[in-house]
């Protein structure tokens, strides 16, 4: 008789033991990041390997808002008041985004033979759901642009974190919180309720990547208020990042031979551009004096809001100053790409 089909349950079991043997043999080798890598590795193995791996879909939306939370518990009144000292770096991440949407949509169309609106979805430096999903109700390849924004995801959390390392001598073992048990209960509670009233009253109103932007948005008021003194806990922080892992690994799930060939190998091509851009940017930023060389290099990453938060906690950069630089980003993008899109690629009337 033939095989039962998986279900989703047994899939979702498949992929935690998997990440969970991941977590355990990096930490057993000493390797940074473990419970981030260990899972992605092990996950990004499994699905090469044809594996049934799965999401955990809303779960690991829940999961991420632990970071918001983080974020708006780093947004204090002496952060807030430093906000107008940023106004010079963030004045470059439009004339950032202008240049990767010059070179990345040439590049994917005319070098790879992506359609149009792939190709400029495929570029833009912004949220891997929302590009994939603006893409898509665009007329886009969904599979296209998954893959290649996984891609880029994936190889910037896996280098950025040797390039902290071994260019800039950050060991990457900054305290990302203290454990639950010192955090005084009332304010767990709170932290607790600022992320899921900000998940999902930020979902309600449509608001872009709710998941971490409510929470941080209803856990700054907190903060600001005096009402919350400390970031998530340190278990928190951790599951957040195995979520993070499991879903970057799981976005290769059924990928071909064919794919691997052609899309992923245009998103690695595009991570080296977008790494030269990055360094560039970043650099000007150092030299001009408006950021330190862990910060600039951070906050021009173009990496995802979550994967950033994690590496700009353990390297004890500041954490306001790099979210800001890639909330801006993101916002720019999320909000100025589709415009851009029906502006630019507006079907033309046959001439007489």
Same mark, same amino acid.
């Given at each position: 008789?033939?095989? +039962?089909?998986?279900?989703? &349950? @047994?899939?979702?079991?498949?992929?935690?033991?998997?990440?969970?043997?991941?977590?355990?043999?990096? /930490?057993?080798?000493? #390797?940074?990041?473990?419970?981030?890598?260990?899972?992605?590795?092990?996950?990004?193995?499994?699905?090469?390997?044809?594996?049934?791996?799965?999401?955990?879909?809303?779960?690991?939306?829940?999961?991420? /808002?632990?970071?918001?939370?983080?974020?708006?518990? @780093?947004? /204090?009144?002496?952060?807030?008041?430093?906000?107008?000292?940023?106004?010079?770096?963030?004045?470059?991440?439009? #004339?950032?985004?202008?240049?990767?949407?010059?070179?990345?949509?040439?590049?994917?169309?005319?070098?790879?033979?992506?359609?149009?609106?792939?190709?400029?979805?495929?570029?833009?430096?912004?949220?891997?759901?929302?590009?994939?999903?603006?893409?898509?109700?665009?007329?886009?390849?969904?599979?296209?642009?998954? #893959?290649?924004?996984? =891609?880029?995801?994936?190889?910037?959390?896996?280098?950025?974190?040797?390039? #902290? =390392?071994?260019?800039?001598? @950050? !060991?990457? &073992?900054?305290?990302?919180?203290?454990?639950?048990?010192?955090?005084? $209960?009332?304010?767990?509670?709170?932290?607790? !309720?600022?992320?899921?009233?900000?998940?999902?009253?930020?979902?309600? %109103?449509?608001?872009?990547?709710? @998941? %971490?932007?409510?929470?941080? %948005?209803?856990?700054?008021?907190?903060?600001?208020?005096?009402?919350?003194?400390?970031?998530?806990?340190?278990?928190?922080?951790?599951?957040?990042?195995?979520?993070?892992?499991?879903?970057?690994?799981?976005?290769?799930?059924?990928? /071909?031979?064919?794919?691997?060939?052609?899309?992923?190998?245009?998103?690695?091509?595009?991570?080296?551009?977008?790494?030269? $851009?990055?360094?560039?940017?970043?650099?000007?930023?150092?030299?001009?004096?408006?950021?330190?060389?862990?910060?600039?290099?951070?906050?021009?990453?173009?990496?995802?809001?979550?994967?950033?938060?994690?590496?700009?906690?353990?390297?004890?950069?500041?954490?306001?100053?790099? %979210?800001?630089?890639?909330?801006? +980003?993101?916002?720019?993008?999320?909000?100025?790409?589709?415009?851009?899109?029906?502006?630019?690629?507006?079907? +033309?009337?046959?001439?007489?």
């Amino acid at each position: 008789m033939p095989d +039962r089909p998986r279900t989703a &349950t @047994s899939r979702r079991i498949e992929t935690a033991l998997t990440a969970a043997i991941g977590v355990a043999l990096f /930490t057993l080798l000493g #390797l940074p990041l473990p419970f981030l890598f260990g899972p992605l590795a092990a996950c990004l193995l499994a699905a090469l390997a044809q594996r049934p791996m799965q999401g955990f879909g809303q779960v690991s939306k829940g999961f991420r /808002t632990i970071l918001g939370v983080a974020v708006g518990a @780093s947004l /204090t009144p002496d952060v807030v008041a430093a906000l107008p000292s940023m106004a010079a770096s963030l004045a470059f991440i439009p #004339l950032y985004i202008l240049v990767i949407g010059l070179i990345g949509v040439p590049y994917f169309h005319r070098v790879h033979g992506f359609d149009r609106v792939t190709a400029w979805y495929a570029a833009m430096p912004g949220g891997l759901q929302d590009m994939i999903i603006f893409g898509t109700e665009a007329g886009g390849d969904p599979r296209a642009l998954s #893959l290649i924004h996984a =891609t880029r995801v994936m190889i910037i959390v896996t280098v950025a974190p040797m390039i #902290l =390392t071994f260019g800039f001598g @950050s !060991a990457l &073992t900054n305290d990302i919180g203290a454990p639950a048990a010192e955090i005084p $209960l009332h304010e767990l509670a709170l932290m607790a !309720a600022a992320a899921l009233i900000g998940w999902k009253g930020g979902e309600r %109103i449509g608001l872009f990547g709710a @998941s %971490i932007l409510g929470p941080m %948005i209803v856990t700054a008021v907190l903060s600001l208020s005096g009402f919350i003194h400390a970031r998530p806990p340190a278990e928190a922080i951790l599951a957040a990042q195995f979520f993070i892992g499991v879903g970057i690994g799981v976005g290769y799930v059924g990928i /071909t031979l064919g794919e691997l060939r052609r899309v992923v190998l245009a998103g690695v091509l595009f991570v080296l551009i977008l790494a030269v $851009l990055a360094a560039i940017f970043s650099e000007i930023v150092v030299l001009l004096g408006l950021a330190p060389p862990v910060e600039g290099f951070l906050a021009f990453a173009p990496g995802g809001q979550a994967e950033m938060t994690v590496l700009a906690i353990v390297a004890g950069a500041d954490l306001g100053f790099v %979210i800001v630089h890639h909330l801006t +980003r993101v916002f720019l993008v999320i909000t100025g790409a589709p415009l851009a899109a029906r502006f630019l690629m507006k079907p +033309r009337k046959d001439r007489p």
